[in-house]
């Protein structure tokens, strides 16, 4: 039986259905979601809870208590499952692509989300997808996430002997590749991803270490109101500025420019910060959405229950969005129905895969 | 009061900074010639335009930085060889002892708002000399309106001006099915009223495509609107285009606009 609705899947819920809508760019129902009164947007709410995923995972089963192989192979097994569904969507974006250059005599399509590589030097870029090292446009986290489950095993078993280390160590690769400015490159085409791994990992440790009812998590949660009550005038603070557009010109920062900026990619320290802060305040709301409208709470959860599945099929969903507005206008009625029929199709792949699941174990 | 012969010391070392920094750049005048544009490339009209910062930079270090950021980052720089594209190539080619470092931040599928935002944070981080922009496309195939389009394209023009970036906007590309489409057709009209009234070097993707597509049709027999091969030899042309564009701009002393016989030398 899938478990109830809870925060944590609801959150994840809620980012999967930001995602799919923020990845149609353009569409009407963009200005709705959280990103426009906020300096951090979905991408670190699902990478966060995957990081709290972990957690729940690790220290729900006892698995922190176990040997370290098991362990590396049940997340090593989870990180190939992600890798697998990435190669698997990533093909049939391409496809998506070609279908629709192909079908409406539009070459240009082929230029969308860095597929260009792909038409013009297949040999190469193909070898690029495999090893990660080549993403399409708004197919970039699900990379970040098969390296981030890929060192999970790391982090768990420090957390274990050296529970105290864990945080520090993340945050001064953090910091560090801040400063230095490092990251994952790109091949066959010159640049680099767009989710740095070195620095987004510190997102997900934060989540898997305040997960657990000890060290900052256990602090955590007995200061909570406190924590809010700081929160709260951040939040509000962060809303304005990026309502107005007031954040500082970037060129005016000081050396380490990177510790200032507003940037997504490197999750720079306005990000984190002001994600922790909202994180913290809307923590409190769960509870009264749960009461007043359950009928959002489910379906939310359903689809935080399935977020891989719902991710992917949400990826190619969103990649439709684009060429049906591209083809048919972007109208307020086209877009609605993309939105109506997208977020319909997330729940029935979620609703699908608890079939599947509860047939498995009838059968 | 300064010594004597420090003061002449310090005359005689202004002196001979004057006469080096006039020398290299009487010697890089006398020798570049512009790199040609292939015939087939069309005209993409291309005013020639000064890029006083790009010249700077050239003259202080033999070094320009160039920032290419949008959609198709191989649409702006060329096909790659060995890790440099063809973009790099020509300009290291023309102009001798010049070091081109190409900064590669070409996100896909990125509308004009989002790529103006990381634009500003790219020039703090990396100090680019040139931006090469390539905007349009994704706003118009993602039907973004086309006063929306237009205002988050001059915002960052503007900025770049004030922050003495230079900037060479690359515009939208063609295809004959799109030639109906009334809202690509408007952005791309937008996109030009920008570069006109921001005094902008555009460079015509859009033209220049269109010239080649007849070229390639008229030489196979094929409809050229099933030729995909048309934006493999697009992106042979713009970074012919910006080659050039970028030489004229630095020595600001144009030769001639539109294409000349010789393709690609």
Not at chain 1, 36 to 55: P, T
Not at chain 1, 356 to 362: N, T
Not at chain 2, 59 to 72: D, E, F, N, P, V
Request: aromatic share 10%.
């Amino acid at each position: 039986m899938p478990r109830e609705a809870n925060a944590v899947d609801f959150w994840r819920g809620f980012a999967l259905v930001s995602i799919f809508v923020n990845h149609i760019p353009g569409i009407y129902y963009e200005r709705f979601t959280h990103r426009n009164l906020s300096f951090s947007d979905s991408a670190e709410l699902f990478v966060f809870l995957a990081g709290w995923s972990l957690g729940l995972l690790v220290y729900g089963n006892g698995l922190h208590k176990g040997r370290a192989t098991p362990l590396t192979f049940r997340l090593g097994g989870r990180s190939l499952q992600i890798y697998t569904a990435h190669i698997f969507i990533s093909g049939l974006a391409l496809s998506m692509l070609a279908g629709a250059a192909y079908l409406t005599d539009t070459p240009p399509i082929l230029d969308w989300h860095n597929a260009a590589a792909f038409f013009q030097d297949p040999a190469r870029t193909q070898l690029g997808i495999a090893l990660l090292t080549h993403q399409l446009g708004y197919f970039d986290i699900l990379p970040l996430y098969v390296v981030l489950m890929l060192i999970a095993p790391a982090f768990v078993i420090i957390d274990r002997f050296a529970p105290a280390l864990l945080l520090p160590l993340s945050l001064g690769l953090y910091l560090t590749a801040l400063i230095v400015h490092f990251t994952a490159p790109t091949w066959p085409v010159e640049g680099e991803w767009f989710f740095n791994p070195f620095t987004w990992q510190a997102i997900f440790v934060l989540g898997f270490v305040l997960s657990h009812d000890r060290g900052l998590g256990h602090f955590v949660r007995c200061n909570i109101t406190r924590i809010r009550q700081i929160s709260l005038p951040l939040v509000v603070l962060a809303a304005i500025v990026a309502w107005f557009g007031l954040y500082p010109d970037p060129t005016r920062f000081p050396e380490p420019k990177m510790l200032f900026l507003h940037g997504k990619s490197f999750l720079t320290p306005v990000r984190l910060l002001q994600f922790l802060a909202l994180a913290a305040v809307f923590s409190a709301v769960y509870p009264v959405i749960a009461r007043a409208v359950p009928w959002i709470t489910g379906p939310l959860s359903m689809l935080g229950r399935n977020s891989l599945q719902v991710f992917c099929v949400g990826s190619l969903l969103s990649l439709s969005g684009q060429i049906i507005r591209f083809l048919y206008s972007g109208s307020l009625a086209v877009d609605t129905i993309v939105v109506i029929v997208g977020i319909g199709l997330l729940c029935l792949t979620a609703w699908l895969a608890e079939w599947r699941q509860r047939l498995g174990s009838h059968g | 009061m300064a010594n004597p012969m420090h003061r002449s010391r310090l005359l005689a070392a202004l002196l001979a900074i004057g006469l080096t920094l006039a020398s290299v750049a009487a010697a890089a005048e006398a020798e570049v010639a512009p790199p040609a544009v292939s015939k087939e490339c069309g005209d993409a009209g291309v005013t020639d335009r000064p890029l006083p910062n790009s010249a700077a930079a050239l003259q202080q270090r033999k070094r320009i930085k160039i920032l290419a950021i949008g959609a198709s980052s191989t649409a702006v720089l060329g096909p790659g060889r060995n890790g440099s594209p063809l973009l790099e190539r020509i300009l290291e080619k023309t102009i001798k002892g010049l070091d081109v470092e190409i900064i590669n931040r070409g996100f896909s599928g990125e509308l004009a708002e989002a790529a103006g935002e990381r634009i500003r944070i790219e020039v703090a981080l990396n100090q680019p000399d040139i931006v090469l922009w390539q905007v349009g496309t994704n706003d118009a195939f993602a039907q973004v309106p086309v006063d929306e389009f237009e205002a988050s394209v001059s915002s960052t023009v503007r900025w770049l001006k004030e922050h003495n970036v230079d900037l060479i906007l690359v515009g939208l590309q063609y295809a004959k099915s799109l030639a109906k489409d009334a809202h690509y057709q408007a952005i791309r009209m937008s996109l030009r009223r920008v570069a006109v009234a921001e005094n902008v070097l555009r460079i015509g993707r859009y033209e220049s495509m269109e010239v080649l597509a007849r070229t390639m049709s008229s030489g196979t027999g094929q409809p050229e609107v099933e030729d995909f091969g048309l934006t493999e030899a697009g992106y042979n042309c713009m970074a012919q285009y910006i080659a050039r564009t970028i030489t004229v701009g630095i020595f600001a002393k144009p030769p001639k606009t539109g294409p000349s016989a010789e393709p690609g030398k």
